[in-house]
């Protein structure tokens, strides 16, 4: 008796704990990550994740990646397909007539592949699509319009690219990106695991694939993920895979 | 019907409103090479100051005056404010400087056709000015003018010193016992020509109406300008953000009533002895919100240091333009815009520099670094017609070593059209110099050609190559993950 009221008192502490999305269970990792969001968590709607493209990769992140969050991407080496696991949430602000921010791109973003891209996915609302760059001077103005951005509430997908940010930038990132509906991606180099309070910290490595080389010097192009924090999950080294690509129009 | 304007103590009157502070003490506006009060407040009036009093009596009778310097410039621009601001309601309008202004209430009969309608629109309009005003009514505009400056009620009543002509001819009419215009006008129009001269029967007649008035009308001015002199010299931007916070507002207050905005402000810090400082907004969208515009200035002040004590500040605000229209969603995702676009590309802008904040635009050119374009933040990126372009565009093509890359495929030439080759556009063709020192076969007949291909490097990342015959060597320009 006494156990089975100690349950009960359980079961709705235990409710209110999921319902806030602060337990991990065993069982939605089996669904896969897409089903999260119907039972115990059910404020989350699956509109709030943006897939990566990568079946695998979504189903470590249950579900692709939460907006109203910060997400860390670190690339042993700039161009490494990390903007490609990006694209179905740039689609995602298009659809919505949001604009997108560059902050500090390594390079120009280019223009026809954008748009070739929104073609391609047949976007619905692609000729709202806004792409805004920003070149700083200075980290200091690069997080000073990081915040800007996402406190005016005016954006849909925020790409910040940075060496290092200290503890406190990412603290204050966090919590103008709860404020808001938008996707936010840090893209940085290897950092060391200090903590950060990003929601997913994901590193990108790049493992030339020697064994299927055309030729031994010039090897295909292979990812690693490695997962060092993720909402609801330990951390993970997930299988190497080819080097995805910014989806758009193929001759 | 005609309406006169009376504002004796206008210039004075708008810096006591801009500056409540000073309301307490008995202000003057003083000429300064007659050292004479031209316009003075309530308290100095109790004291027994006039305008045209001698500024050393005015110092015997108040003992804590707060002397300021009177601007002829600055009163004229006021007036005109206060026209453009008269101009919504009245649609003819004549200045007449320093003190005055006429309207004419014939051209708004059909939407006052009672007069009392009219002069409630003026009370309304000058009421947020806060200036003191008496206003006269008549047939033409100079027996509006005599009214508004005797005060008296009726034209026959007018006393004879207001008509305007010589002190010589005024003092012939005192001579000959006439005392007021009623007095005047009893007399036959030709004996008093006969006696007095001409130039009283041309008086007359315009006071009668018989002969036109020739006035120069009012158009409303292009721009927005105000100088506000501040209490105390000021030196931070701290103490300078209340002044300009009234300024602003009243910007506001001026754009509001056209539905207006404005895509350039001009701040002026006069100081001392040195040339103003002279600070610059410009903005790509318009704004017209006090709130917003401070934020504004606000964000540049903060870079600009000042060299001295400011005394003075002036605001000018041009390109004005009709307010665009802002698309609201009513039914999604209103509630967490806390900013509108442009407001938030506006602040980016100024902080950062206008040549950082762009947006990208397709362009129809198959030369790549010209196949895209900047375009104005916040503009929609269109539909492009070049498949197979890798996302990242180097900002200028890099040299490589085409041993570390594989190529993929390709290869997709480029040539340039021989009208641009002759039309001097060579240089945007022409990649920069590859090896310097060694002189690479200079073949003008090869000048642009390139074949793109993709490749892939070392690491396995693809790249996009051309290969330049000019230079007869491989570039890199892009990246296609």
């Not at chain 1, 907006?67 to 602000?93: D, K, N, T, W």
């Not at chain 2, 036109?212 to 030196?235: D, G, K, M, N, V």
Request: charged share 15%; proline share 6%; net charge positive.
């Amino acid at each position: 008796m006494y156990s089975i009221l100690w349950g009960v008192f359980m079961q709705a502490n235990l409710q209110q704990l999921m319902d806030k999305g602060a337990v991990w269970r065993g069982g939605e990792w089996k669904n896969g990550g897409q089903n999260s969001g119907q039972h115990g968590a059910s404020q989350f709607s699956a509109a709030e994740y943006a897939s990566t493209g990568q079946p695998l990769l979504d189903q470590a992140l249950g579900g692709g990646w939460r907006c109203q969050r910060v997400h860390e991407l670190q690339c042993e080496y700039a161009f490494s397909g990390e903007l490609s696991l990006l694209a179905p949430a740039i689609m995602a602000a298009a659809s919505a007539a949001r604009p997108v921010f560059w902050l500090a791109p390594p390079a120009l973003p280019y223009a026809p592949a954008i748009s070739g891209m929104l073609q391609q996915a047949d976007v619905t609302n692609a000729e709202n699509a806004q792409h805004i760059v920003l070149t700083p001077a200075s980290e200091a103005d690069t997080l000073w319009a990081a915040e800007t951005i996402l406190h005016s509430g005016q954006v849909g997908v925020l790409l910040l690219w940075a060496d290092s940010l200290s503890t406190t930038a990412v603290r204050r990132l966090h919590l103008a990106a709860a404020e808001t509906d938008a996707w936010v991606f840090v893209l940085t180099g290897i950092q060391n695991e200090e903590a950060r309070s990003y929601a997913t910290r994901l590193r990108i490595l790049l493992t030339p694939d020697k064994t299927h080389a055309m030729a031994a010097s010039v090897p295909r192009g292979q990812v690693q993920w490695q997962i060092l924090k993720r909402h609801g999950g330990w951390p993970i080294r997930l299988p190497r895979q080819p080097l995805p690509r910014w989806p758009s129009l193929i001759i | 019907m005609w309406v006169y304007v009376q504002l004796p103590s206008l210039q004075l009157d708008r810096m006591l409103a801009l500056q409540p502070e000073l309301a307490k003490r008995a202000l003057v506006l003083y000429c300064e090479q007659q050292q004479q009060v031209i316009q003075c407040n309530g308290i100095a009036a109790n004291m027994g100051i006039h305008p045209n009093s001698s500024l050393s009596d005015a110092w015997l009778l108040a003992e804590d005056l707060a002397p300021y310097r009177y601007r002829e410039a600055q009163q004229r621009h006021l007036l005109q404010h206060l026209a453009a601001d008269l101009y919504q309601v009245f649609a003819v309008i004549s200045l007449d400087p320093p003190n005055g202004l006429w309207l004419d209430l014939k051209p708004m009969q059909k939407l006052y056709p009672d007069i009392r309608q009219s002069q409630e629109q003026l009370q309304l309009q000058l009421a947020p000015w806060q200036v003191r005003y008496h206003y006269g009514l008549g047939n033409t505009p100079l027996v509006a003018k005599m009214l508004a400056q005797s005060g008296v009620a009726a034209v026959g009543d007018i006393p004879i010193q207001y008509l305007p002509c010589d002190a010589k001819l005024q003092g012939q009419l005192v001579r000959m016992g006439l005392n007021t215009l009623g007095a005047l006008q009893a007399i036959p129009r030709a004996l008093a020509g006969q006696r007095l001269g001409k130039e009283l029967v041309n008086l007359l007649a315009r006071i009668q109406g018989e002969q036109h008035e020739s006035l120069h009308y009012f158009q409303p001015p292009l721009w927005f300008y105000q100088r506000l002199t501040l209490l105390a010299e000021t030196s931070g931007w701290q103490a300078l953000r209340f002044p300009l916070k009234r300024l602003l507002q009243e910007l506001e207050h001026y754009l509001e009533g056209r539905q207006q905005e404005t895509r350039y402000l001009l701040l002026t810090f006069y100081h001392r002895d040195i040339e103003p400082t002279k600070l610059e907004i410009g903005l790509a969208h318009g704004g017209y919100l006090a709130s917003e515009l401070a934020a504004f200035c606000q964000l540049k002040m903060e870079s600009l240091k000042l060299p001295a004590a400011v005394l003075e500040m002036s605001i000018q605000a041009k390109r004005l333009q009709p307010r665009s229209k802002e698309h609201g969603d009513l039914l999604h995702g209103g509630q967490k815009q806390r900013k509108s676009l442009p407001r938030l590309l506006n602040e980016l802008q100024l902080r950062l520099g206008y040549s950082r904040v762009f947006g990208v635009q397709n362009r129809h050119d198959w030369l790549p670094e010209r196949a895209w374009q900047r375009s104005a933040a916040g503009s929609a990126i269109q539909a492009t017609h070049i498949p197979g372009r890798p996302l990242w565009l180097l900002p200028a093509p890099k040299p490589v070593q085409i041993q570390q890359w594989c190529l993929l495929r390709g290869p997709e030439r480029y040539q340039p059209p021989w009208w641009q080759l002759t039309a001097g556009e060579a240089p945007y063709f022409a990649v920069p110099n590859a090896m310097e020192g060694s002189v690479a076969s200079q073949n003008l007949q090869c000048v642009g050609h390139r074949d793109y291909w993709v490749a892939r490097n070392q690491r396995g990342q693809p790249g996009w190559l051309f290969y330049d015959y000019q230079q007869e060597c491989w570039w890199l320009q892009g990246w296609f993950s």
